[in-house]
Structure formats: C-alpha cells, structure tokens
C-alpha cells in the first residue's frame, strides 16, 4: 500500500507561480511511477507530468511543458509539481497518483490516489 497526501495549491493571479507537494508513505520502489493529474468541473481527468523515484523516466502534457516541472526528493518521500507562468486553464483539483509501474498518461494505470488539492488561477 502507498499512501499519498498532496498540498500546496491555493489562488494565484494568472502569471503567477504555485508548487505542490505530494508526500508519499508505504512501499515505494525506485521503479514506481508518481505522476499528478487534474480535474476542472465538468471535464475528464487529464494527464500533467509524471517521473519515476529514480528519475530515468519524464514526460509531460503538451499544455504545461515549459511551464511546469515534475521533481522528487532524493529520499524518495516527496514529489513536487512547480508550476510558473499559471492560466486561468489551469484552474482545477490537482492529484498525485503513484503505480508500481512505468509512467503512463492514463489515469486508470495508477493504483494509489491522493485526496487532491484545488488550484485557481484568476486572470
């Protein structure tokens, strides 16, 4: 089991930078993946980032390459999603996600969700 809790979103005026944590507990391995994803009203989850503990693996959603950066702690207990030059599109509930597996842009490849955590972006 992996337990995971997210934190860090909030409101931000489009421009502007926010960074989310996203702690993990449990039976992690170098080859899981972390990944975050969000959820606007009315819209399916979609895929942002996602990395492997070990970093060998990275990839990101068009829509926020160049903008926002995946990172995760040397202890393999914290995954970040730093987030610059923020849109009002950017605006919904942020999730980490993690799998014993490798990375993957669907959301139904992850086993382990957190509670999310609400980013608004005003313009």
């Known amino acids: 089991q992996v337990q995971l809790v997210e934190s860090g979103g909030g409101l931000v005026q489009a421009g502007g930078s926010l960074r989310l944590s996203c702690a993990a507990s449990?039976?992690?391995?170098?080859?899981?993946?972390m990944g975050w994803f969000r959820q606007a009203p009315g819209k399916e989850r979609e895929f942002v980032a996602a990395?492997?503990?070990?970093?060998?693996?990275?990839d990101y959603a068009d829509s926020v390459k160049g903008r926002f950066t995946i990172l995760r702690n040397n202890a393999k207990t914290t995954v970040f999603l730093q987030m610059n030059s923020l849109r009002p599109e950017d605006t919904a509930v942020y999730y980490c996600?993690?799998?014993?597996?490798?990375?993957?842009?669907?959301?139904?490849?992850?086993?382990?969700w957190g509670q999310g955590t609400q980013v608004t972006v005003s313009s």
């Open positions: 996600a993690s799998d014993h597996g490798p990375t993957s842009r669907l959301a139904r490849k992850y086993d382990y």
């Open positions: 449990g039976r992690t391995f170098s080859s899981d993946a």
């Open positions: 990395v492997t503990w070990s970093g060998a693996r990275l």
